[in-house]
């Protein structure tokens, strides 16, 4: 279980792009994201007409590593840390460690 998954609101607490929200539209597998508006990067590509795929400069978002993020609190109005616990029914859920709220329902 990753404590930042897809769909997650994020706060980005380092880089270039420090103190933007957005959500997590991709989560790969070497511990990066791809969080939505976040590290956008313009890539020049060529056009391929047989694909579909017009030339030019296209502005998309590049991975961010998960330790640049936190979860967003909306209690709070800020990131936060987060953790895991185990429910008396046996499910293990992912809280926030600065009010002690479970994060999945």
Known sequence: ?????????????????????????????????????INIVKRHTKANPA?????????????????NVMLYNPQTQKGDRVGFRILEDGRKVRYFKSTNEVVDV
């Open 1 to 37: 279980m990753r404590k930042i998954r897809k769909g997650d609101e994020v706060v980005v607490i380092a880089g270039r792009d420090k103190g933007k929200r957005g959500s997590v539209l991709k989560v790969l597998d070497d511990d990066r994201l791809i969080v939505e508006n």
């Open 51 to 67: 694909a579909g795929i017009a030339g030019g400069i296209i502005e998309k978002e590049a991975p961010i590593h998960v330790s």
